[in-house]
């Protein structure tokens, strides 16, 4: 019995990976499962009125689909540099918000695609920044791009008395010249600013 089972899934295998990468029939459609299925306004119940305990089967399922996306899209290896899952979801409640009448799946979906000019193209480590109390963790490949764009923007602060650029002081004054909360820290809202706005 577990020879067959064995056989069957690793002709199961095959034959997903024999699959289109876009899967949808001949008017665009597809069959969304799971909580990416339901409306908008019951995420947003769920995070407001967190004692039901779904904020984190919801975030779970939107790390699963941003694998997905990960895994069937050309030259990506992350589709988000964001890595905190909690600012994920506090992503993906912004985007509800702003799009009430979207089903969770549509809201992450539109997250990915405006996050997309900043994704992780390849194999990249992460890292954890630290600037006194703040710490982020971040892939490599985004955290050489900050640095090269906070230098394009003449935000770049040179280490003293040495080569090179202090992360934590060229961010501060981006952050101070943008308005941002001064983490001092590549975080969502700054990543977003740097590159996206």
């Known amino acids: 019995m577990r020879k067959l089972v064995t056989t069957a899934f690793a002709t199961c295998i095959t034959m997903v990976s024999a699959l289109p990468t876009a899967a949808e029939d001949a008017n665009g459609e597809y069959a969304v499962r799971g909580l990416g299925s339901v409306s908008c306004p019951q995420l947003i119940s769920a ?3 967190p004692e039901n305990g779904t904020v984190e089967q919801y975030l779970s399922w939107t790390l699963g ?20 899952p909690n600012s994920v979801g506090g992503l993906v409640y912004n985007t509800c918000t702003a799009n009430r009448e979207a089903s969770v799946e549509a809201a992450v979906d539109a997250l990915i695609d405006f996050m997309e000019p900043i994704r992780v193209s390849q194999s990249s ?10 710490s982020i963790f971040i892939r490599r490949e985004t955290l050489n791009r900050v640095l090269n764009r906070v230098q394009e923007l003449g935000f770049a602060v040179k280490i003293a008395q040495g080569e090179g ?15 941002l909360a001064v983490t001092r820290v ?12």
């Open 125 to 134: 480590d992460t890292i954890r920044v630290v600037a006194e109390e703040q």
């Open 47 to 49: 995070v407001e009125n």
């Open 65 to 84: 689909y941003i694998t997905a996306r990960s895994r069937l899209s050309d030259a990506t290896f992350d589709s988000l540099p964001i890595l905190d």
């Open 165 to 179: 650029v202090n992360l934590a002081d060229s961010l501060q004054a981006f952050q101070e010249d943008r308005g």
């Open 186 to 197: 590549p975080d969502t809202e700054t990543l977003i600013a740097l590159f996206l706005s």
